[in-house]
């Protein structure tokens, strides 16, 4: 295999935060030796993750074999998501600003047309359904466990317990048709044909789209990593990946 030069648009301040996250891990196990130092594995996971890279690719630019490449990336997933933020703590955080956006995002996966319970209608793809909160500037504040592409978002929100969290703590929320009768502090479209609203309702479904619309930023940032735009691992590795995601964007990000 032909190995080349290449970038990952990330700052170096992320690659220092997983540095220093996998020395911290390998102290605490008492490792010794490793192929790679922290530094490179932290740029070989990033690379994965960023940018997508196969773990052929991968041992064949960083000199190692293929198991030590899936260990290496399964050891820097698991320290990333361990520091991801919870519903609980993403709320509390969010209780400061004006309004979140709830929205959903499909992230697309490598499945046959058997696999129904992973099929999307709305987005005729298979897939696992990701709930995201995003703050008024359409900055990324929370991403919610992977559930097959099936699952409807008021469902998929009912089950995260986002509805309740977001209603408790008293945070206004604009969402979609596809949270209606979700209630508490969520407020969603008038429902119904555009053609057939009364004009002060279209008049607050386009503000009200304008505002959401915003939202869509949070979902770009998350699949600026190149990873999650088509998974083809394992979905029960599907929710760790988005943590490990979340947890240096956040920590860079703040």
Not at 123 to 131: I, Y
Request: hydrophobic share 45%.
């Amino acid at each position: 295999m032909l190995v080349y030069p290449s970038g990952i648009d990330l700052s170096s301040s992320t690659l220092r935060y997983l540095s220093g996250l996998l020395r911290a891990r390998r102290r605490e196990r008492g490792t010794r030796w490793r192929r790679l130092t922290a530094d490179r594995q932290a740029l070989l996971a990033l690379a994965h993750l960023r940018c997508g890279h196969t773990y052929a690719q991968l041992a064949a630019g960083f000199g190692i074999g293929l198991a030590t490449v899936y260990r290496y990336i399964v050891e820097a997933v698991e320290v990333l998501a361990a520091l991801a933020p919870t519903l609980q703590q993403a709320t509390t955080f969010a209780a400061n600003k004006a309004f979140v956006i709830l929205d959903s995002t499909l992230l697309h996966i490598d499945r046959i047309a058997a696999d129904r319970p992973y099929y999307s209608g709305k987005h005729k793809r298979h897939g696992m359904n990701v709930q995201v909160i995003a703050d008024a500037f359409g900055r990324l504040l929370w991403a919610s466990p992977a559930l097959p592409g099936a699952v409807h978002d008021i469902k998929a929100a009912r089950t995260h317990g986002i509805i309740e969290a977001l209603t408790q703590a008293g945070i206004r929320t604009w969402a979609d048709k596809g949270y209606q009768g979700a209630q508490g502090t969520i407020r969603v479209p008038y429902r119904g044909r555009w053609s057939t609203l009364p004009a002060g309702k279209r008049g607050a479904n386009s503000s009200h789209a304008r505002i959401r619309a915003v939202g869509e930023q949070a979902n770009a940032t998350l699949k600026s990593w190149r990873l999650l735009r088509k998974q083809r691992c394992s979905t029960t590795r599907i929710t760790d990946i988005v943590k490990a995601v979340l947890a240096p964007h956040l920590a860079t990000a703040a």
